[in-house]
């Protein structure tokens, strides 16, 4: 092997017939925490790279575009950004893209796993960006069902931002009607509730679906959007919540005021990404149209 | 190995340090033409797969994502469809496209590679869908150079479906002046010219922006748009050309319209996916604002 | 991708955790016979190779390797060759190699899959090299429980040359003690029953020892032999059973003579081919020389 | 990927269309000296593995292998082990073996790179087993060339353990007629040269007879010898010359004399597998007796 080829590569298992291989810079950390296998390390196309049981949750080059999906159409369509709550969000990325707006009193994370909490802080400290240390985030380390259970706030914005309801994963127990009642009862009457919400590709979107159907028993507006994340190798999915407004026809002009609020500078999002990402191609407005099982 | 694993792959490289591993149910064809290698396949997730040089051409699960992307933004925004003309195209379903609608007369499709079409009708004939004996259709077997630098028909619109100019292709002599200078001589005033355009992804990006800044010293409008494709994994960019409407900016009610005029059902395109595939996000109009060299 | 890089895998799996990847030049056959799967390839390193059920078989550049190893220690060491019984050996290598001495006056070979019997044939014709005509050929298309159940033949050697009996393999349940007294039963009184054995690196040499083991109870010299085999990635291991000789111990200068008499060249055995693949390294020896489970 | 699944893998190349995938199970370095890459990671099936250059270089549950083939031989049939020299062997096993003989007086070793020394008594202590502290051991961080045309000592076994003499190698400018010639004068006339000598797979034997033609320019003994390496995944060769005895041809009772002399217990070698490994196939001898080039 000469000495300029690779040896060292990740494996992502998409589908058992499907596998994205990626050459390996440098392992920064592989091990076990109580819930999950996690690695992190440095790819040469996406730079750092967080591996949760095998599967890519976020790379340093293109979290921006999950992030800043994930957060900001909700933070700019709802009415009070004063109390967020955000579910999962380890790496902190999403606490830095909630606190980006100086609207924010207050966010409250809650994750249950502290050693990728630990771990981002240490060796990803580019996607929190400081934001564990802003005053205004609460981190907390626990279970998201016993939180939702038990917590007592109301929140304008509530950002789900788990992994998969796959079997093994610590996320399974999150989706069921005692969370989603829960959350209901959680979120303002004029928030906006979002979650990262699987995929939408043509051949991987029933599981989307399912979510949509599912949240259409809670919601008056039920609005499916997606981007394509290069590092996940899929188009990804996101379901904004409200009973107020439909987010797939918010004004372009509210979005840019929005957007003139955050500190910083975005990579992604903007109105014109907004009209993008939230209007669907024919093949999955007829799956979200089609009736089936629901969580 | 137990019964049920996979022996058989196609291993798609990427970057040197990215390659797809998909399983293979069975090859129906490998071998070699006069200009490229060529490998007819079929795998579980994205059905049959025709392979140019290694690289994905196109699956027949989502190649109507393609297809229709490539083929009806320009249709529904040139004034007249009755003369159309596609460079490449081999697999025939460009021109199953461009003859869906009855507008259409005449649709000239110009391939190099003769052994790719008759492949593609032996093994792929879904993609043409009897589209190569439509009487509408003349399909000529040579080098678009030459056909361009000889015909003297106008089209209301030029589909450019050829493989990337990178160094070892057939399609690199046809990324040049001459050939900008006659496409635009060929093309009605009131014409569309589209052609696929390289990829859009924040990585991949910078090919794509070079077409467009090229195309710009020579049509008022030049819009790109892109689509993920799944079975290439990529965002697949594209370049609409025209002096006479910027496409990015065409009536919903026109495409609505246009897309009713045509024979069978789409699966992709229609207004709502128009509006998205034209719309850009931020990092890709920031890469095609910046001034760079040119074809 | 290069126009030069390689799209087309075969991948066999050794463990879960261990994979060999040879690139493809051209598939001849790929199906599903009544039994297990099976593909027919052509490679560069190893020119044609039959896998069935995703492990490699035999390859065209070395499978005289296997094919000398397999058969003629046996058929040097015994007394008499007149009559010899191959189990499976579908590819007709084996039987390739037992017509070779001109004193074979009938060679029996059942396989239970004609399929592999007759693709064989046709794409893999270097293997059997005409034996499959020759006169002394007696092939029976069946199960080889049922036919050692009720043949009356005697035979002065008998080469098993079935595949692994692994838990989903058709030779699962050739590897038990009906069978075994069936084989002894029909081999001559100073015949030779030789099979391959699994494999005999030191990771992964039990089911070779159990073999090995069982069979002590069944001929008084029982000896073990090895080779590696480039293209099984493997050292394959034989055992060489009688009650006449020690195969081991064999006089180099009878095997020089047996060798003699062959029709055509050996590529791979002789005398001193025969001392180096059974003389055994240490760890091997001890790891027969433990005691454990038997068939 | 189910949370079994492994995601980290290292990939060897063996030719451009053939590559072994193993599992990775930990990372313990990865980086870069002034010399070549190194890697040292955990293994399910080998252990802990050391990796220069993207190649194997040895494997904690096979190394006994290799290292006993390299050094017993070549001790078992020297006049005189007062004095041993070691050319390369950085990770410190081969002088773990030699030191194992009570009569070894002194163990001169001589490495380039200081570094694969270092590391591999920090992550691979198993490999040297406390041998560059027996006050036996002289070690020598520096370029054999450079040693050789100075040294003044006399040696009764000289080991070459250098990495293959490929381009990129450092190991390049050590197959030379300087170098030859002068490891010659260092070697006491009725003392033994052995040297790692590449492979001898039927498919890549070629180097190796290179190297045994150009040292039978240099000794009346010039015996090849090679066994499989399982980590290696290839029959490895060795070259023993001397003027006073041919190594293929020694006493089976000397062999076994010389090894009841050794501290603790052989994996690997002993009379028996000396028989082996001396002994060849006839496609290797056929391949030895060829001419042809020299270095």
């Known amino acids: 092997m000469p000495k300029t080829e690779r040896w ?14 990626r050459a390996i810079d440098a392992v920064y950390y592989a091990g076990e925490t109580a819930y999950q296998s996690i690695g992190i390390i440095e790819t040469p196309v996406f730079g750092k790279m ?14 921006k575009i999950y992030h800043e999906a994930l957060v900001h159409p909700a933070l700019a369509g709802t009415a009070d950004r004063s109390e967020v709550l955000i579910l999962g969000g380890g790496e902190g990325a999403t606490l830095r893209e909630v606190l980006r707006h100086p609207g924010v009193k207050r966010c409250t994370m809650v994750d249950i796993d502290g050693d990728v909490v630990e771990l981002s802080k240490k060796y990803l400290p580019e996607w929190s960006a400081g934001a564990f240390t802003d005053p205004r985030a609460r981190v907390v380390i626990g279970d998201a069902l016993a939180f939702l259970a038990n917590d007592t706030g109301r929140y304008g914005a509530i950002v789900s931002d788990l992994t998969e309801p796959l ?74 919540c409200s009973d107020r407004l439909d987010l797939a026809r918010i004004e372009e002009a509210a979005v840019d005021a929005y957007c003139a609020q955050l500190r910083g500078e975005n990579f992604f999002y903007d109105a014109e990404t907004h009209r993008r990402i939230f209007a669907l191609p024919l093949y ?12």
């Not at 590569?9 to 499907?18: A, N």
């Not at 095998?54 to 080059?61: E, F, L």
Request: aromatic share 14%; hydrophobic share 35%.
């Open 8 to 21: 060292h590569w990740y494996v992502e298992e998409f589908f058992p017939t499907e596998q994205h291989h």
């Open 50 to 63: 967080l591996i949760l049981d095998g599967d890519t949750q976020s790379a340093q080059n293109d979290e």
């Open 167 to 240: 079997e093994d994963s610590p996320s399974n127990p999150l989706f069921s009607d005692e969370v989603f009642r829960n959350i209901k009862t959680r979120l303002r009457e004029d928030g906006v509730y979002v979650l990262q919400a699987s995929t939408a590709g043509f051949h991987n979107m029933s599981l989307h679906a399912k979510m949509a159907r599912t949240l259409r028993g809670y919601y008056r507006h039920v609005a499916s959007f997606y981007t394509h994340v290069p590092a996940f190798d899929n188009d990804w999915a996101f379901i904004a």
């Open 284 to 295: 999955l407005r007829r799956e979200l149209a089609k009736s089936g099982d629901t969580f």
